[in-house]
């Protein structure tokens, strides 16, 4: 389950071609905390972190004092140069967080997370560089997703709004959570801790379509919520997503369409849609698994059987490629996303 | 979304071959209903008996029954590894060991396919009688991912193929499922139509967890099963199989071996039912007539 959450993680620490690029030296006096956290804005990662495992509690809690009083400065460029820092701050101790999850030191994660979050809440209440204060719990929350960290997401989304306030990306991303919890609970046979509430979920994708009523997966998320809940207008929204939409948007939306269909008892429609999907990504097995147990469930054993060695055979065909993996991890497949735009705000 | 496409992971290059599968129908009617039965008295297995030991209910109407001797049957095995992150480094290298290691106790006719399931579920070989074929799937087992174990499970029944063969479906996992589409009820109604005995190979490792609870920390230990959750035990029940322990990654040898073992060791009974309906769920219950022993059976089967 973590190693998921690495994968993504992995990307952010060895995924940056190394610049070689010195940093200015001209933000004022520098602190063995301030040096790491430049380490860390330059690219180099990993060596960041080993020099942050290196440094006495003092010596950071003293690095952000200093930079705390940097920010408050009167100077506008002095006040600037410091908030940089203190974002290239919040992603070392981010990382720093999530390495600790990948060993499942919670303490450790916490702790990490909760320094990151101060820093955050800063910046927030100066407004420096709104987009970073927006897109820093969509990471944390990605990667919390990835992981199936539902505890821990849900008590982040928490604060995260309070701090970042609504976006349709943030409401989308609670509305997940709460889903997760809900399907893990329900569906999984196992316990996240979380036990997800689709009213919640349903409530979280509408705002964010009046937010963005072009948000393609909030509505693909609303029409599901609504199916799960046996509500007859997410037929009608999971219709919305036709041709004119992305190909992994539409197989979801067959995907559950013909859930729905098979819960009735409609399994000729069922199995149109399950097709349908079927042919709209072939090298996605979740279609296939439906579409053969439904098969199966009919007597037709030797197309079942087919359907299963259509898809389980297929060679060269990566794991994560169908679009139902992703869509069960919540925001998670938008993690590299958010950590590409928080690399280039934090670059010197 | 179009990153849902993209490789996050490198692709594994299965192994694939031609693979005739043809439907199997658990009827009722001319072909009559075979069940497999297990017998045991504490841990042992109970041997010797015959037809004339057993009554068989199907749908509480008593039936005539007779043995098949098990040796005059194939056997299909379908094994369905866990191959997901967990399982890597010394646990993956004995589950190996372990699959190999039931090659060498299987008759000329006996065919075996390998499924392995991961994030996603694998063919790596079908259903054959070449063992140097299933020797070469092994060698590409790699683990990495997430679990998608109902799915497997699923999958492994749906290929259960018409022929005369006894089939064994012989799962093994240590972890919940994390991945798969198929619910729980949708794979154990499938089980329900196949006549595959499901065996589950899990870990018993205790490990301890701490959890903190009304301001206490509270120490208890957990095994890999519990992660797993009920759903292999419900699987295992619903076709009269069962959930077998190992130890250690080192016991799981043993743990293959005895279950295979265990699977020859079961009774074949076979009946034309009479006096029910000829189609729909039927429910069955075997017991002994006069000998003590705990009857294991499959709860019933669909008539089609």
Same mark, same amino acid.
């Not at chain 1, 940056?16 to 301030?34: E, F, K, M, N, W």
């Given at each position: 389950?973590?190693?998921?959450?690495?994968?993504?993680?992995?990307?952010?620490?060895?995924?940056?071609?190394?610049?070689?690029?010195?940093?200015?030296?001209?933000?004022?006096?520098?602190?063995?905390?301030?040096?790491?956290?430049?380490?860390?804005?330059?690219?180099?990662?990993?060596?960041?972190?080993?020099?942050?495992?290196?440094?006495?509690?003092?010596?950071?809690?003293?690095?952000?004092?200093?930079?705390?009083?940097?920010?408050?400065?009167?100077?506008?460029?002095?006040?600037?140069?410091?908030?940089?820092?203190?974002?290239?701050?919040?992603?070392?101790?981010?990382?720093?967080?999530?390495?600790?999850?990948?060993?499942?030191?919670?303490?450790?994660?916490?702790?990490?997370?909760?320094?990151?979050?101060?820093?955050?809440?800063?910046?927030?209440?100066?407004?420096?560089?709104?987009?970073?204060?927006?897109?820093?719990?969509?990471?944390?929350?990605?990667?919390?997703?990835?992981?199936?960290?539902?505890?821990?997401?849900?008590?982040?989304?928490?604060?995260?709004?309070?701090?970042?306030?609504?976006?349709?990306?943030?409401?989308?991303?609670?509305?997940?959570?709460?889903?997760?919890?809900?399907?893990?609970?329900?569906?999984?046979?196992?316990?996240?801790?979380?036990?997800?509430?689709?009213?919640?979920?349903?409530?979280?994708?509408?705002?964010?379509?009046?937010?963005?009523?072009?948000?393609?997966?909030?509505?693909?998320?609303?029409?599901?919520?609504?199916?799960?809940?046996?509500?007859?207008?997410?037929?009608?929204?999971?219709?919305?997503?036709?041709?004119?939409?992305?190909?992994?948007?539409?197989?979801?939306?067959?995907?559950?369409?013909?859930?729905?269909?098979?819960?009735?008892?409609?399994?000729?429609?069922?199995?149109?849609?399950?097709?349908?999907?079927?042919?709209?990504?072939?090298?996605?097995?979740?279609?296939?698994?439906?579409?053969?147990?439904?098969?199966?469930?009919?007597?037709?054993?030797?197309?079942?059987?087919?359907?299963?060695?259509?898809?389980?055979?297929?060679?060269?065909?990566?794991?994560?490629?169908?679009?139902?993996?992703?869509?069960?991890?919540?925001?998670?497949?938008?993690?590299?996303?958010?950590?590409?735009?928080?690399?280039?705000?934090?670059?010197? | 979304?179009?990153?849902?496409?993209?490789?996050?992971?490198?692709?594994?290059?299965?192994?694939?071959?031609?693979?005739?599968?043809?439907?199997?129908?658990?009827?009722?009617?001319?072909? *009559?209903? +075979?069940?497999?039965? #297990? @017998?045991?008295? %504490?841990?042992? =297995?109970?041997?010797? &008996?015959?037809?004339? /030991?057993?009554?068989?209910?199907?749908?509480?109407?008593?039936?005539?029954?007779?043995?098949?001797?098990?040796?005059?049957?194939?056997?299909?095995?379908?094994?369905?590894?866990?191959?997901?992150?967990?399982?890597? *480094?010394? +646990?993956?290298?004995? #589950? @190996?060991?372990? %699959?190999?290691? =039931?090659?060498?106790? &299987?008759?000329?006719? /006996?065919?075996?396919?390998?499924?392995?399931?991961?994030?996603?579920?694998?063919?790596?070989?079908?259903?054959?009688?070449?063992?140097?074929?299933?020797?070469?799937?092994?060698?590409?087992?790699?683990?990495?991912?997430?679990?998608?174990?109902?799915?497997?499970?699923?999958?492994?029944?749906? =290929?259960?193929?018409?022929?005369?063969?006894?089939?064994?479906?012989?799962?093994?996992?240590?972890?919940?499922?994390?991945?798969?589409?198929?619910?729980?009820?949708?794979?154990?109604?499938?089980?329900?139509?196949?006549?595959?005995?499901?065996?589950?190979?899990?870990?018993?490792?205790?490990?301890?967890?701490?959890?903190?609870?009304?301001?206490?920390?509270?120490?208890?230990?957990?095994?890999?099963?519990?992660?797993?959750?009920?759903?292999?035990?419900?699987?295992?029940?619903?076709?009269?199989?069962?959930?077998?322990?190992?130890?250690?990654?080192?016991?799981?040898?043993?743990?293959?071996?005895?279950?295979?073992?265990?699977?020859?060791?079961?009774?074949?009974?076979?009946?034309?039912?009479?006096?029910?309906?000829?189609?729909?769920?039927?429910?069955?219950?075997?017991?002994?007539?006069?000998?003590?022993?705990?009857?294991?059976?499959?709860?019933?089967?669909?008539?089609?």
């Amino acid at each position: 389950m973590r190693t998921a959450a690495r994968a993504t993680w992995g990307a952010l620490v060895t995924g940056l071609v190394l610049c070689t690029v010195t940093i200015a030296s001209a933000q004022g006096a520098r602190t063995p905390y301030t040096e790491v956290i430049d380490l860390y804005r330059e690219g180099l990662e990993n060596l960041a972190l080993e020099k942050l495992a290196g440094l006495m509690m003092d010596e950071i809690v003293r690095g952000r004092d200093a930079l705390f009083a940097k920010l408050a400065s009167k100077s506008p460029a002095e006040s600037e140069r410091a908030a940089a820092t203190i974002r290239g701050a919040v992603m070392l101790h981010t990382a720093r967080a999530f390495s600790a999850f990948e060993r499942n030191n919670n303490g450790e994660f916490r702790f990490q997370l909760t320094f990151a979050q101060a820093y955050v809440d800063k910046l927030a209440s100066l407004d420096h560089r709104a987009a970073f204060v927006r897109t820093w719990p969509l990471l944390v929350l990605a990667l919390l997703h990835e992981g199936r960290s539902l505890i821990a997401a849900e008590q982040f989304a928490r604060r995260a709004r309070n701090s970042s306030g609504d976006s349709a990306e943030l409401l989308l991303a609670l509305g997940a959570t709460e889903e997760m919890g809900w399907w893990i609970h329900h569906e999984e046979d196992a316990d996240p801790g979380v036990r997800g509430d689709l009213k919640d979920a349903e409530r979280n994708y509408r705002q964010a379509l009046i937010v963005a009523p072009t948000f393609i997966e909030a509505r693909l998320r609303l029409g599901r919520v609504l199916t799960l809940r046996e509500d007859p207008e997410g037929m009608k929204v999971l219709g919305q997503i036709g041709q004119s939409d992305e190909a992994a948007f539409q197989y979801l939306a067959r995907l559950f369409e013909g859930d729905v269909h098979e819960k009735r008892g409609d399994i000729a429609e069922a199995e149109r849609r399950y097709t349908t999907a079927v042919t709209l990504l072939p090298t996605a097995q979740s279609a296939y698994m439906a579409l053969a147990h439904l098969r199966h469930g009919r007597g037709a054993r030797n197309e079942a059987a087919q359907d299963i060695r259509s898809s389980a055979r297929a060679t060269d065909v990566p794991d994560t490629s169908d679009p139902w993996f992703w869509y069960a991890r919540g925001t998670a497949w938008r993690g590299p996303g958010y950590l590409e735009q928080l690399r280039t705000m934090i670059r010197p | 979304m179009t990153r849902l496409h993209n490789a996050w992971v490198v692709a594994i290059v299965l192994v694939s071959a031609t693979l005739t599968v043809t439907a199997q129908r658990f009827r009722s009617g001319t072909i *009559g209903v +075979r069940v497999d039965v #297990l @017998v045991t008295q %504490g841990q042992e =297995l109970v041997r010797g &008996l015959n037809a004339g /030991d057993f009554e068989l209910r199907d749908e509480g109407v008593l039936q005539k029954v007779s043995e098949i001797e098990v040796e005059q049957i194939p056997l299909n095995l379908i094994l369905a590894f866990d191959t997901s992150g967990s399982v890597a *480094g010394e +646990r993956m290298h004995s #589950l @190996v060991q372990a %699959g190999e290691s =039931l090659l060498d106790r &299987l008759r000329p006719d /006996d065919r075996v396919a390998l499924l392995s399931f991961a994030t996603r579920v694998r063919l790596l070989a079908p259903l054959t009688p070449s063992r140097q074929q299933i020797h070469g799937a092994f060698a590409t087992l790699a683990a990495q991912g997430a679990t998608s174990l109902r799915d497997a499970a699923f999958a492994a029944l749906a =290929l259960r193929e018409t022929d005369p063969g006894r089939t064994l479906v012989l799962i093994f996992s240590d972890g919940t499922d994390t991945a798969s589409w198929l619910r729980a009820p949708a794979v154990i109604d499938a089980a329900k139509r196949t006549d595959s005995v499901v065996y589950a190979v899990a870990l018993a490792e205790y490990r301890p967890v701490l959890n903190i609870s009304g301001g206490r920390i509270i120490q208890h230990s957990t095994t890999t099963v519990q992660e797993a959750g009920k759903f292999l035990e419900h699987l295992t029940e619903e076709t009269g199989g069962r959930v077998m322990f190992a130890n250690s990654n080192k016991d799981l040898r043993a743990t293959f071996t005895q279950t295979l073992a265990e699977f020859r060791d079961r009774y074949v009974l076979s009946y034309t039912p009479t006096g029910v309906s000829p189609t729909g769920w039927h429910r069955l219950d075997v017991k002994l007539k006069k000998k003590s022993g705990k009857v294991t059976a499959r709860r019933g089967y669909f008539a089609e």
